[in-house]
């Protein structure tokens, strides 16, 4: 069993400790509020918990669970706290501006992101067994430390993800396509139907059925952690939204020409691919 430490003991951080604790590892956490700290301990998501970043020298792997906008200085601290050869991963939805950086400032960085979430933000959302059957990323470069890699392979196994490799840059266009593009293309949809004139809005809103809850879910989430996606992961998300755009223009374009053979081959396409593609998800 080993010495793990979690900094910032939020929804994904607090998780990590739920289930590393249950499997018996000793688990150091360390948050910026002293409430957050004492939730952690209450809740048993960590053995011992505290503001004080000294906490986590004694740890042999540490996990970064900071806001991706902090992730980066959090590894510059931790460096001047760590010994040299402590391993440091981060749970960030962004890997490309992270990995290459993080491991120059640090060379037992490994970038990780487990794809599991909720709505919910902070130690209270926190979950026990948030990663089963999750896909659970890590993406290591030609100079990733292969001891560290294998340090934090080890630790997530157990967790029951399901762990995959990939290439930061890659995996940043794929978030783009399936989680970040799709926050932005509901929150469109989300302005499409509010910005209409009230009475009709009311209506609308009356009529709303469970197809609507599910396509403007992702569109109605945090918006810091929406604006974080845009900021970080730019080009990306800018390619999907481009062609979404395309695919929006070919649709227009069909019905305005009254070209139902076409809408219904695209519908159908449609209709054939998704059980393929979320065959893993139900
Ligand atoms: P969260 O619930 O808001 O937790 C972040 C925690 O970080 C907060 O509880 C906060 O602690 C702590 N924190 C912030 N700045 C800190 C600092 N300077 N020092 C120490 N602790 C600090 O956010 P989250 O959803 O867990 O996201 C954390 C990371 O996971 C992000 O990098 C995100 O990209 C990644 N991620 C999120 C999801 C998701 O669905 N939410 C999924 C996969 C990966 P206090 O409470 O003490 O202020």
Redo the contacts with the bound molecule.
Sequence with gaps: MATVGI?????????LGLDLTRLGHRVLG????????ALACERGAVSIAS?N?QLLKQAEVVF?????D??L??VVRLGTILTPGTVIT?????KDPIVAQATQQWPWFVGG???????????G??LHHLFRQRPYVLTPLANTNRQALSQVETLIRPLEARVLYCDPVAHDQAVALISHGPVFISAALLQTVTQVPLELKKLTQQLASSGFRDTSRVGGG?PE?GL?MAQHNQKAVLAVLAQYQQQLTQLQQAIEQSDWTWVEHYLKTSQGARPDFVRELE
């Design positions: 900094l910032g003991l939020g929804l994904i951080g607090g998780s360390v948050s910026q509020r002293g409430s957050t700290c503001t970043w970064s669970c900071v806001p991706l902090r992730v200085a959090s981060d749970v960030a939805s962004v992101h487990p794809m599991a979430g909720t709505a919910e933000q902070g130690m959302a926190a945090n952690l974080l």
